[in-house]
């Protein structure tokens, strides 16, 4: 079973629209951490927000939010106000304690186009 | 430079050569790993380096992969063999410790094309 997915394979938006891309996750584990990271056309992750389980406060940073919703199982961000530099493949991932090593598995990641 | 080094940038390769491809974390982390990123395939974990602890291998996909880190430091991916399907960006992440503690730092990727 995938354990994170991002059903939303491309999100083609108009500058200065307010955008979400949705994040799912299957875990067992109460100790978690998830994460998320641009990709932009030149091809190298960029790592925008870390989020341990326990801290299921949202997040701002600039004009970008994170909301972290156990109930649902749910990470999802939300950039406001687009612009054309945000356009990338967003990739939202899980890091979990099976085996003690913490490795992160990635989602399919969404493609955000933003026109201007 | 302070960032994730990886080498070469791209690699074409006939069906049935051997390709290595090198990755040169940033100084001082400990954790090193390779993902493979297939067109619409996301991330693709292949192999985990913590120090000097026996790596995880678990999602090397077949016994053609193979990867070595020498002195706790650089790392080599090794495919034998290579198939078309192998064809792929190959991308190296390196961490502190481990992702509990902080997040992963990825090069730019080794692209690889099998002809």
């Known amino acids: 079973a995938q354990k994170v997915t991002q059903a939303q394979t491309e999100i083609s938006v108009v500058e200065k629209e307010d955008v979400t891309l949705d994040c799912v996750y299957e875990t067992r584990d109460t100790t978690y951490y998830l994460f998320w990271y641009k990709q932009p056309p030149s091809g190298e992750l960029v790592f925008l927000i870390r989020?341990?389980?326990?801290?299921?406060q949202n997040e701002i940073s600039g004009r970008y939010s994170w909301n972290f919703q156990k109930s649902t199982s749910s990470f999802n961000f939300t950039i406001t106000a687009s612009q054309v530099v945000d356009s990338a493949v967003y990739f939202c991932?899980?890091?979990?304690?099976?085996?003690?090593?913490?490795?992160?598995?990635f989602g399919r990641g969404t493609s955000l186009i933003v026109h201007p | 430079g302070a960032g994730v080094s990886q080498s070469p940038s791209n690699k074409v390769t006939e069906k049935g050569k051997d390709v290595e491809l090198r990755c040169d974390p940033i100084?001082?982390?400990?954790?090193l790993y390779w993902y493979r990123q297939s067109l619409g395939q996301g991330l693709e974990f292949l192999i985990y380096f913590q120090g000097n602890s026996a790596p995880d291998k678990s999602g090397l996909p077949s016994d053609r992969f193979s990867a070595e880190r020498t002195g706790g430091s650089v790392s080599t991916l090794t495919i034998q063999r290579t198939q078309q399907e192998d064809s792929a960006v190959y991308l190296c992440a390196s961490s502190l410790w481990r992702a509990d503690t902080g997040e992963l730092f990825f090069g730019e990727g080794s692209r690889l094309t099998v002809l």
């Open positions: 989020r341990n389980s326990f801290d299921e």
């Open positions: 991932a899980l890091s979990e304690a099976s085996g003690g090593s913490y490795i992160p598995t």
């Open positions: 100084s001082g982390h400990t954790a």
